[in-house]
């Protein structure tokens, strides 16, 4: 019992969130969820854990209300539940994922790649099960080819093998995985009616299990339904809600698929490492690194420093024939990379040609560099860039050292220093000659830390994602009315066009918006599109440096 | 620290160069108010990035907020009547009740004191004339069953006309929720000669401004 409560106060210690975190959590809920869900999950990530009666204590919602929010967060992996510090007999307790909850910030980018790797119908599953959280492979196929038949032409229609095929290639690939069964499934709960869970506090991590990746048998024959408004499409309607009732039939029962986002997140991750080379280098070695990479997939680990050792000859017999690159191009090529001070690629041994890696964790730290860099340099201009970058190589210099090697006269020097070190981004270390601290016997040295510069960052990136939501919030609600009277003659207009209206009166009714009204409109339109692009842009820096904090902490 | 206070006193315990300005000069001068809201910026930002994946994931974005309101996922405290209760609001449409949960998870995956009841929403179409045509199909076909069952029980044994009952039965049972779902509201609920708006007693005007939520979306 006490180890458990020692265990949970730790946990919750290293758990905490920040303010700038939960803000951004609250109103990622809120936009996606309501309100309520909202309300419940700020309080749960605030409080660390808590028990279903405490929570509906505390945030004075009806009891009936907690539980439907945490139905909705517990469906979409944002919360866990387990065993609390009572042990098995007490309360069960729930804890908010906070990391599952920033990813709905990127959900576009997930659904845009799987588009990009697995046409349409791999982006309406990965849409599908996002959008659900969870759903069994049955369901998915079913809802996913109903969809893409709709938007075929009249008499076509998408077959299920189709769609099961696309997500069978998901699973292969390890987009997709099962969802961890609950611990209790493993233990006895036979015919006992009030089994308490026994499971543990920490959730179950998927891939512990064996069958993550294993698809299900699933008898499963037929066509997506197109969904008419005619008399006809009743009976059609009507028998495919009862082919959506009928589950069992299927054979997966229980086995329910969610995104693996950690996949995903390599996926990314590899994407950045070859745009980064394609831009430093050129595009034949941004394919050689592309080539060594896919080679890898399998064989490396999620959080391994640098990918298996390849060599020479095993990289020019997997490059395709379509980059056109000789053998001994090449090896130039390799000998390139190994030398480029970013240290993409890594030379371990002269077997086979030579073995060479490509070095994850040094890519990542690089990249987040070059990141930190940017924004010092478009926030405080090239000369102040200069000193950061000068002061991240060199790690401490004394003022008059860094006047002179970064060849900036000294006012200006100490201007931009002060001014870096008031927004935190470079800091100031004491270094005593003696043990009295005395001013004059003390070096005053400058020093930029990458790994806090880069938390401070991320920081940032969040607060400025949630200023972007808050904005975009507030410029809906100052537009309302005038949003609402836009989406009413826009209705209007469509059930005229139905009823086979003439051109005057769709005018007419079109005219009912003046032209400063429209002018409005397509102001609004233009600053909401601009808000939302703005997000997706942090989301990919805020990837970035979460991926570099991650690798630090992985290789420890 | 102390000891060095005693001797020359004109020298500073730190180099004077060493803070930027001579003995002479000012001090700068110090802030009388919070810095601004919106201070000017130095630089202007980069443009955003523009492209086609850009602004397809735009479209994705503004097309996943959309849809995810219309989404059972999307919960709302229901309405509380704060006035006398009134005739109409037994006609009044099943709008979210609370102790209601419009989906249906898998229980066996969430711990059983969440466990609430399930009742899916009923869906309103607008303009759908052909749901009229639905009730008294579903009236003959309840009256049709039930001759069936009257005949079957006449003719066939007795085990064998228990099955086909029960399977009557359970076809009228899913026909029944099934059509209730389909039912237009506006019409045909509960059989009262009216449509369903009749019995709008105004309330629900304006109240939606108190709702903080964004309904149009780009």
Redesign the interface.
Known sequence: MLFHQVFNLLFLFFLQMTAQEVRLCGLLL????????EKVGTHLIRSGVLN?RALAHETK??L??V??????L???GMCT?GAGRRGPAG??EYRINCEHVFHMLR???Y??TAKSLYGDTGELIV?EIL???QMTMSSTVKTVADRLTHNMPEGQSMDYSEVVSVFSQLVETHFLQR?PP?ASAGSSSSGAVDTP?PVATQPTEPENHPDCYKLPYINLTGQGKRRR???DG?AD??AA??ARTDNSECGDD?I?WQVNFQRFHLHFRDQAIISAVSCKLDQSSSEIVRTMLRMSEVTTPAHAAFTQALSANEIFRALLSSYNIARPILDQYLSLLVDDPMEFVGKTGDSGGGMYVVNLHRALANLARATLESVVQ????SRSARIFRLLLRKRHLE?KQVEDFAMIP??EA?DMLYKLLSENLVQLQEIPKTP?????RTFYLYTVNQLPTARLLLQNCYKTVGNLIERR?YE??EN?RL??K??RIEAILA?LQATGAEAAQLTEVEEMITVPERQQLES??HH???L??????VDETIFLLKSYINSTQASH | ?A??RGRGRSQF???VD?L?FGRGDSLPSSAHTPSPLYPPM??R??P??TGE??D???A???E??A??KN?P?????ARTKTDVARYSDKYQNGETK??C?EWS??W????K??C?KVRKPRKTVI??K?QL??KPKVAAGKEEALQKLETLEKREEEQHSEEEEDEEKKKQN?EEP?ADE?YDEEELEDETDYIMSYFDNGEDFGAD?ED?????V?
């Open positions: 809120q936009e996606h969820f309501g309100n309520v869900v279903l919602l009806p009936d209300l539980k439907k929010s945490l139905c909705v517990v469906q979409h539940f309360p069960v959900y576009p980018r659904i845009y849409e959008q659900r959280g969802c609950l869970l408004s005619s008399e009743e309607q009507r809600k009862k229980g329910y478009e926030r405080f201009g003022q000294a006012k100490k009295d601290y005395a001013p004059s919030l809906t609600k309302k949003l609402e836009s989406q059930s609004l339109r909401i599109n601009k939302d692009s703005s997000e997706n842009q | 620290m000891g060095s315990s730190f180099s060493a930027g130095q630089f930002p980069v955003l990035h994946e850009v397809y994931m735009l994705l974005k503004q996943l907020r849809s995810s989404l996922f999307h919960i709302q405290a609370n102790n949960i998870p898998d066996s995956r969430m711990p004191e969440l609430i303009g759908a052909p045509t639905r899913e099934d389909d401004s903080n939520m964004d309904e149009a780009y």
